[in-house]
């Protein structure tokens, strides 16, 4: 009944944009923390974005912080990733989460819901 489903990645060039989506059943966003979270081959999880309560307290990562712009659409049950000026860093699986509250708004283990993740490949 509780589901995340990201979408919106694809193959964009470097200094391309993309709009990741995170659409939210079972539960309203906005009474919760909803971050963004990747994960590249080979390596751990890492945080990129997150919004507290209503869309509130936006916290990024220092690595996309002025490229990337997290934002919450209560009447659509959705959080978006806006994300411009794309590095091939960026290249990962992006994935949503939501937790009720958090310690550090960073973490994975403080997320109680996770997407299915989508694909974001930047690339020449």
């Known amino acids: 009944q509780v589901q995340l489903v990201e979408s919106g990645g694809g193959l964009v060039q470097p200094g391309g944009s993309l709009r990741l989506s995170c659409v939210a059943s079972?539960?309203?966003?906005?009474?919760?923390?909803i971050a963004w979270f990747r994960q590249a081959p080979g390596k751990e999880r890492e945080f990129v974005a997150a919004?507290?309560?209503?869309?509130?307290?936006?916290y990024y990562a220092d690595s996309v912080k002025g490229r990337f712009t997290i934002s919450t659409d209560n009447a659509k049950n959705t959080v978006y990733l806006q994300m411009n000026s794309l590095k091939p860093e960026d290249t990962a699986v992006y994935y949503c989460?939501?937790?009720?509250?958090?310690?550090?708004?960073?973490?994975?283990?403080?997320?109680?819901?996770w997407g299915q993740g989508t694909q974001v490949t930047v690339s020449s």
């Open positions: 989460a939501a937790a009720r509250t958090t310690r550090t708004m960073t973490a994975v283990d403080e997320y109680d819901y």
């Open positions: 079972g539960f309203t966003l906005d009474t919760y923390v």
């Open positions: 919004a507290g309560w209503s869309g509130r307290n936006l």
